[in-house]
């Protein structure tokens, strides 16, 4: 949003001081909405406790009119039946105003969620390949002819599902969100999105970037809210084709039970405990720093997190010592989010701060670093750590695999290590968990990071690098991490049906004499099927 200030110079502003429902009923709202009865939702800034935005939240009526407004707009074909072209286009159009506006949405992305600007700059410069990609699937995807038998010509479709609906989380607001928009929109749906309440600002912003691209009001609707108000009622609606979530396993289980009731479609990218392997044979300065990225890259509030830390006996002491002078240097250059230099943001919220330093601290283990919230001034930059929910990487060995620690997702900055002796113990320990989104494998031996990642039971495993992924590259998780893939052509397919269109390409004559299977006195043999 920009606005001309006194001397002609432009300033733009990042967000707006109040959001709504953005739907193509709330459109007479304009920027400044209302409550008109509804919630209000304050929305701050973790890391020094600021009020960055009001958002008013959908009412149940906001829903209903959302869904309803949602299926008339698919009926009416304006997107759903539009020319795989004209999507294309749209789609890349919108691309481009989104590379414009990354260094705004950039530092909302870090005012919302207190994660370092360099790392949301990282992130957000990347989100424009999601749209072009799917751009690209739209210009290039083909039907297909299925083989048949006789004079039948089978040509199948892929088409849009109708009205689908995504829950998105905090952690990474825009790039999760886009990741589901992007196929969803390419393949003609009507796309209702319930972001975190805690960081809604950057998914509203976005909505409004689609709607000036050419996205038709109607076909991309954001409904900020809770999920246990807002979210629950906007899966529960029948009239929704497919539901796609990215939360807790507990959280996936419950909406699963009412998609299901609903026989609709489901995407669910659940909880991860992410298991890094180090063998004795890797490059241990790579290792060290890769380890690091994988553990504490979004203060560790991703769901392929490396919070478990393998490293095999031979190099064990060696990797330690490199491995806690880099989480020093880390915990050293910390300060305010917004600078360009600080290394690691805070927790999303004083509640988050206070759950994870409650489980550090009940004793088990032994804490190698960290472990108790950050006070203070800063050594980088005098950010007054007081203000926010800051809590400092995190390392702690002797954890006994049946405790909390090395089971359950903690999603913080806090990794356990364990040292293992065969190949086997390593594979072993890896799988020892509940979850199975993402793993990495550091080895120099390549038979070995062939053999050890067939092993693995994780929907994503990386060899000797971390949470690296593209548009094409599928993502999502084995056992209880969820259900379903995000990503690539897989995704694009999900977010469609199949239409088989059978054709008799036989000859009037040769139809009504093979055809007709009541004929009297016919004793030619008949198709049934």
Known sequence: ???????????????????????????????????????????????????????????????????????????????????????????????RNLEERVPELAKVETLQTGRAIREMKAQLGRLPEWLDYYAAVLRTHSAFVAPTQGPLLNYVQRVPLGVVAQITPFNHPLLIALKKIAPALAAGNSVIVKP?????????????????????????????????????QLVSDPAIKKVDITAGTDTGRAIGKIVGANLAHYTAELGGKAPIVVFGDADVPSAVNGAAFACFVASGQTCVSGTRLL????????????????????????????????????????????????????????????????????????????????????????????????????????????????????????????????????????????????????????????HRNDPSSPWGGMKESGIGRENGLEAFEAYTQSKSTIVNIASAQETRIVQDWFAEEDETEKRYG
């Open 196 to 232: 975190s309440e805690l960081a809604p600002i950057s998914v509203l912003e976005f909505a409004e970037l689609a709607v000036a691209a050419g996205v038709p009001p109607g076909v991309l609707q954001v409904l900020p809210g809770y999920g246990r108000t807002v979210g629950r």
């Open 1 to 95: 949003m920009r606005a001309k200030v006194p001397g002609g110079r432009v300033v733009v502003k990042t967000h707006r001081p109040r959001y709504g429902p953005f739907a193509l009923h709330t459109a007479q709202d304009g920027p400044m909405p209302e409550a008109r009865g509804r919630e209000e939702i304050a929305v701050k800034n973790p890391a020094s406790g600021e009020h960055l935005a009001t958002v008013v939240s959908a009412s149940q009526e906001d829903v209903s009119s959302a869904v309803y407004s949602a299926h008339e707009t698919f009926k009416t074909g304006v997107w759903s039946r539009a020319p795989a072209a004209h999507r294309a286009a749209v789609l890349s159009n919108l691309a």
């Open 311 to 466: 490293v095999q006996d031979e190099i064990y002491d060696e990797f330690m010592d490199l491995f806690l002078k880099k989480v020093q240097s880390i915990r050293d250059r910390m300060g305010n989010p917004l600078n360009p230099k600080s290394t690691m943001g805070s927790v999303i919220s004083q509640r988050q701060l206070e759950r994870i330093q409650a489980i550090v601290q009940r004793g088990v283990g032994t804490v190698l670093a960290g472990g108790k919230r950050l006070t203070g001034a800063s050594p980088l930059d005098g950010y007054d750590f007081s203000q926010g929910a800051f809590f400092p990487p995190t390392v702690i060995a002797d954890v006994p695999t049946e405790d909390d620690l090395w089971r359950e997702e903690i999603f913080g900055p806090v990794v356990v290590v364990k040292r293992f002796s065969s190949e086997q113990e390593g594979i072993d320990l890896a799988n020892g968990c509940k979850y199975g989104l993402g793993a990495g494998i550091w080895t120099q031996d390549l038979s070995r990071a062939h053999r050890v990642s067939a092993m693995i039971q994780a929907g994503l495993v990386w060899v000797n690098t971390h």
